[in-house]
Each structure stands twice: as structure tokens, then as C-alpha cells.
């Protein structure tokens, strides 16, 4: 797939000569910030010292470069015919949200974009957080690995189970109800369920063709910033709503939950 980045609100797509120019600002007796470069140096040398090798990549900033994501399709010698496994990262400078990862898949066929798992990198404000950094993420790593293997699972499961139109209709309210997309979309996202764009998905009523349904329209909306959070959400509602769950171990029993690794002093 291509990997796209939705943009809006004054992001733009920047190369890593841009990111690594972004002024890191100082820290304060109680505020330590991460340089966005410095974050993602430590996140590529730790994948593929795992054995993921990272083979595309996309960047973008916003707010006068004080809020980063990235994106970075991986490779492992697992690979699927329809999707990929991608991970998100993302910092900020000016304490909007902590730095993290998450854990995605993108569809070939439309280069939709869905994330499963966030790893949350909080962290006790201490003077020595750029120190430890590289070993935080390398205790991520683990995390990662079970993300993905989840995700697999899911993916098969959300092929294989049907999807009646009346689920389908609850599944719209909730996604409105937990904020995944607004009221105004719905209309948007039944369509899509109906008559989908990519013929790949009208092969039966599925929770895979619901899924995608969602993920066509949250792709030209939603900032990619926002979408680890959307399409997190998403899957667990079509997770309730197909009545699949995952366990640590990737077999079907209960969805994985996101995790935080916190930085000790």
C-alpha cells in the first residue's frame, strides 16, 4: 500500500531532514520533552533489531512542528495478501498527548488505515528520560509483537463472521456514541455497507466488510493523529458486535488492550 497521511489543520507531510530541524524546547524542573527525531531513531533501530524491518515510511507535523506522526510499513516474513502491518508513532511538544506507538493494518486494495493497539510511552517527569528511552522501547517490543498477533487473529475472525444488517445498524449507533466518527457520516458509512467501492468487500456480509465500510470513510475525515484512536475504538465495537474476542495469545477470546509502559526514576 501507499503509505498516506491524512492531513488537516495545518499538518503537512515532511521528510526526515524536517523532523529532525524541529527545536526540541526546554525542559523545565517538572516537563522533559523528547526530540520527535530523536523518538524515532530509537523506535527504527528497535524494530528491526526485532526482526521488523521497516520498508516505507511517511512523516508529518503540525503545529509549527510541536505535534509528529509517522507511519512505518514493516516486514517480516509474514505477510499477508490483502493488508500489512504498520506502525504509528506519534510525540508532541506541547503536552497534547504523550509520546507513543501503535500498532495498524493497511489494506492494499484501498489504502485504508486501522489501527488495533496503542503502547502509550508515559513517563515520570526525571532529567534522565532521554538516557533510558532506547530501553523503554526495546521493553515495547514484546507488546508489539502480541499486537500483531492479535490483530491477525482478528482479521481472520472478522472474515469469517456474518454480519446481519439489523447488527450492522446498532454497530452505527454505538460508533457514534463512542465517538469513532460523527452523526453527520453515518449516512455515509451505510452506503459504503451497502454498496461498498471495492468489490474485494461485497462478497457477503461480513464484520470485515463492515469494518472496511467505517475505515473508507474515516479516511478521508479524521487527522491521522486521530485515527489510532478512532480505529482502536472501532475494532471494539465490531469486536462486541460480531461477538469475537482475542486473547494475549492471539487465539479468540478478548480483545487486546492497549498499554502503558511508564518510565521509573
Same mark, same amino acid.
Given at each position: 500500500?501507499?503509505?498516506?497521511?491524512?492531513?488537516?489543520?495545518?499538518?503537512?507531510?515532511?521528510?526526515?531532514?524536517?523532523?529532525?530541524?524541529?527545536?526540541?524546547?526546554?525542559?523545565?524542573?517538572?516537563w522533559f520533552p523528547v526530540p520527535h527525531s530523536l523518538l524515532l531513531e530509537h523506535v527504527t533501530r528497535e524494530l528491526e533489531a526485532n526482526q521488523l524491518r521497516v520498508i516505507g515510511s511517511a512523516h508529518a507535523l503540525s503545529r509549527s512542528g510541536n505535534r509528529y506522526f509517522g507511519l512505518m510499513e514493516v516486514e517480516n516474513g509474514n505477510?499477508?495478501?490483502?493488508?500489512?502491518?504498520?506502525?504509528?508513532?506519534?510525540?508532541?511538544?506541547?503536552?497534547?498527548? @504523550?509520546?507513543?506507538? $501503535?500498532?495498524? =493494518?493497511?489494506?492494499?486494495?484501498? &489504502?485504508? /488505515?486501522?489501527? !488495533?493497539? *496503542?503502547?502509550?510511552?508515559?513517563?515520570?517527569?526525571?532529567?534522565?528520560?532521554?538516557?533510558?528511552?532506547?530501553?523503554?522501547?526495546?521493553?515495547?517490543?514484546?507488546?508489539?509483537?502480541?499486537?500483531?498477533?492479535?490483530?491477525?487473529?482478528?482479521?481472520? @475472525?472478522?472474515?469469517? $463472521?456474518?454480519? =446481519?444488517?439489523?447488527?450492522?445498524? &446498532?454497530? /452505527?449507533?454505538? !460508533?457514534? *456514541?463512542?465517538?469513532?466518527?460523527?452523526?453527520?457520516?453515518?449516512?455515509?458509512?451505510?452506503?459504503?455497507?451497502?454498496?461498498?467501492?471495492?468489490?474485494?468487500?461485497?462478497?457477503?456480509?461480513?464484520?470485515?466488510?463492515?469494518?472496511?465500510?467505517?475505515?473508507?470513510?474515516?479516511? $478521508?475525515?479524521?487527522?491521522?493523529?486521530?485515527?489510532? &484512536?478512532?480505529?482502536?475504538?472501532?475494532?471494539?465495537?465490531?469486536?462486541?458486535?460480531?461477538?469475537?474476542?482475542?486473547?494475549?495469545?492471539?487465539?479468540?477470546?478478548?480483545?487486546?488492550?492497549?498499554?502503558?509502559?511508564?518510565?521509573?526514576?
Amino acid at each position: 500500500m501507499s503509505l498516506n497521511l491524512c492531513l488537516h489543520c495545518g499538518a503537512h507531510e515532511a521528510d526526515l531532514d524536517a523532523v529532525d530541524a524541529v527545536v526540541t524546547p526546554e525542559a523545565t524542573d517538572k516537563w522533559f520533552p523528547v526530540p520527535h527525531s530523536l523518538l524515532l531513531e530509537h523506535v527504527t533501530r528497535e524494530l528491526e533489531a526485532n526482526q521488523l524491518r521497516v520498508i516505507g515510511s511517511a512523516h508529518a507535523l503540525s503545529r509549527s512542528g510541536n505535534r509528529y506522526f509517522g507511519l512505518m510499513e514493516v516486514e517480516n516474513g509474514n505477510a499477508n495478501d490483502d493488508y500489512n502491518t504498520v506502525i504509528g508513532v506519534r510525540n508532541s511538544h506541547d503536552q497534547s498527548f @504523550a509520546a507513543g506507538l $501503535a500498532v495498524g =493494518s493497511g489494506i492494499f486494495v484501498c &489504502d485504508n /488505515l486501522a489501527f !488495533s493497539g *496503542e503502547i502509550t510511552l508515559a513517563r515520570r517527569h526525571t532529567r534522565f528520560i532521554e538516557r533510558d528511552l532506547a530501553g523503554l522501547i526495546g521493553r515495547c517490543m514484546g507488546a508489539i509483537g502480541t499486537m500483531r498477533c492479535n490483530q491477525d487473529q482478528r482479521i481472520a @475472525a472478522y472474515k469469517d $463472521a456474518e454480519m =446481519s444488517d439489523a447488527r450492522f445498524n &446498532d454497530l /452505527l449507533v454505538r !460508533s457514534v *456514541e463512542q465517538k469513532v466518527l460523527p452523526v453527520t457520516h453515518l449516512a455515509k458509512v451505510l452506503h459504503e455497507w451497502r454498496m461498498p467501492a471495492h468489490p474485494e468487500f461485497a462478497q457477503g456480509k461480513t464484520s470485515w466488510r463492515a469494518f472496511n465500510a467505517f475505515t473508507e470513510v474515516l479516511k $478521508a475525515y479524521p487527522n491521522v493523529s486521530m485515527l489510532a &484512536d478512532r480505529t482502536t475504538k472501532l475494532h471494539g465495537l465490531v469486536d462486541g458486535a460480531s461477538g469475537i474476542t482475542l486473547g494475549a495469545d492471539g487465539n479468540v477470546r478478548r480483545a487486546p488492550e492497549s498499554i502503558t509502559f511508564e518510565m521509573a526514576v
